[in-house]
């Protein structure tokens, strides 16, 4: 996968470096969904709660799906990301086959019928966004490493490997970076 070439766009992951110790961004991957001159918008991939996305959220059908922590703005507000493509309507294309949004009375009635099955889909709670220069700024701080996204990164089957695994897929280069304790002392 190419890497440090990759500037910040829709559609490219965010990996946080080794030793950033934001409790939000800690270890995370963030898939950007909007990078525009108006800013950025994107998903933490990696951080599952413990919540099922039914004892979230009211008149939801019945759906075993966790809720995942998308980033530190607006928390209360549910977001989505999906394979479901433009079937969902208003739904937003990310890359090819990752779409983020859309009509969300009809995409509860899709889950209700049997239509979009559990790995279809990521519920998030919250979105990590940025100003317009405030991403460049920790770029160049380099808090983040910029590589390009795949389907299987964004509904990975064990989050809690993501980050290391997106790390290894980069090269040599940046895989010695996934061994990294988390905290240096521990070396």
């Known amino acids: 996968m190419k890497s440090q070439m990759l500037k910040p766009d829709q559609g490219v992951l965010l990996i946080s470096e080794p030793f950033l110790s934001d409790s939000y961004f800690k270890r995370s991957v963030v898939l950007l969904s909007e990078h525009d001159s108006t800013g950025t918008l994107g998903f933490i991939l990696n951080k599952p709660t413990e919540v099922n996305i039914n004892d979230a959220v009211d008149d939801f059908p019945e759906f075993k799906s966790p809720l995942y922590f998308g980033g530190p703005v607006e928390t209360d507000t549910l977001f989505y990301i999906h394979t479901i493509g433009t079937e969902l309507e208003g739904a937003k294309k990310i890359v090819d086959g990752i779409y983020w949004g859309g009509n969300y009375d009809q995409l509860k009635l899709m889950i209700d019928t049997g239509q ?36 299987r990164f964004t509904f990975y089957d064990d989050p809690k490997c993501l980050w290391s695994q997106v790390l290894r897929s980069m090269g040599s280069e940046y895989a010695v970076m996934a061994n990294f304790p988390e905290d240096p002392a521990w070396n």
């Open 116 to 151: 979009v099955q559990p790995h279809m889909i990521r519920f998030y709670a919250g979105y990590s966004g940025w100003d317009p220069t405030q991403l460049d700024h920790e770029l160049e701080e380099k808090s983040w490493l910029v590589s390009e996204c795949n389907k």
